[in-house]
């Protein structure tokens, strides 16, 4: 009797499973900045049960890392707009926003900074020095323009956060985080 109820209970079990949840990643910057989704682009919980909270943190494999390569020394505001998952409209699972940013020109999640809110201002610094185009050093800094022009480096950009499962139904749950990239003035 007792192994039958156990394996009862291990087929309903992934009926009250809630199937993958996950927030693609949309980046929205102006051609002078180059910014590049460096992992998968995809911020996903995987499978998850109902009545639940569930985190990824800024030190998870899974946070999803973000480029931003610019003008050293300039000021870049990085604004994150994030909606909660859906199913449908009765169906939805709040999503909480982590996100941090590492500007010191290497990717370094113990160097990042986190957000205020959804929107952070930062240099795009780079501790490793710069270079020009004719130069033959390795690092995170690169030159554009002709005979010497701006230097850049690069800064980082981590998201994260939680969702909070509550008694929806099961499916496949997505939303889409914007970030938004641009020199401030």
């Given at each position: 009797m007792k192994k039958t109820l156990i394996g009862f209970l291990f087929f309903?079990?992934?009926f009250s499973a809630i199937n993958a949840q996950m927030l693609a990643i949309n980046v929205e910057a102006p051609p002078e900045l180059t910014v590049t989704v460096?992992?998968?682009g995809v911020l996903d919980y995987g499978t998850v049960l109902q009545n639940n909270s569930y985190?990824?943190?800024l030190g998870d494999p899974k946070t999803e890392i973000i480029s931003i390569e610019g003008q050293k020394n300039k000021s870049v505001e990085v604004t994150i707009a994030a909606q909660d998952l859906m199913l449908d409209a009765s169906n939805t699972i709040s999503y909480t926003l982590g996100a941090s940013y590492a500007n010191q020109g290497e990717?370094?999640?113990n160097q990042a900074e986190p957000f205020n809110g959804n929107t952070a201002t930062f240099e795009v610094n780079g501790s490793q020095g710069s270079r020009n185009e004719n130069s033959n050093n390795q690092g995170n800094s690169n030159a554009t323009g002709s005979g010497g022009g701006q230097s850049t480096e690069t800064a980082y950009v981590y998201i994260y956060g939680n969702i909070d499962v509550g008694n929806v139904r099961a499916g496949t749950?997505?939303?889409q985080i914007t970030i938004?990239?641009?020199y401030t003035n």
């Amino acid at each position: 009797m007792k192994k039958t109820l156990i394996g009862f209970l291990f087929f309903i079990l992934p009926f009250s499973a809630i199937n993958a949840q996950m927030l693609a990643i949309n980046v929205e910057a102006p051609p002078e900045l180059t910014v590049t989704v460096t992992t998968d682009g995809v911020l996903d919980y995987g499978t998850v049960l109902q009545n639940n909270s569930y985190d990824i943190f800024l030190g998870d494999p899974k946070t999803e890392i973000i480029s931003i390569e610019g003008q050293k020394n300039k000021s870049v505001e990085v604004t994150i707009a994030a909606q909660d998952l859906m199913l449908d409209a009765s169906n939805t699972i709040s999503y909480t926003l982590g996100a941090s940013y590492a500007n010191q020109g290497e990717e370094n999640k113990n160097q990042a900074e986190p957000f205020n809110g959804n929107t952070a201002t930062f240099e795009v610094n780079g501790s490793q020095g710069s270079r020009n185009e004719n130069s033959n050093n390795q690092g995170n800094s690169n030159a554009t323009g002709s005979g010497g022009g701006q230097s850049t480096e690069t800064a980082y950009v981590y998201i994260y956060g939680n969702i909070d499962v509550g008694n929806v139904r099961a499916g496949t749950y997505t939303s889409q985080i914007t970030i938004s990239v641009s020199y401030t003035n």
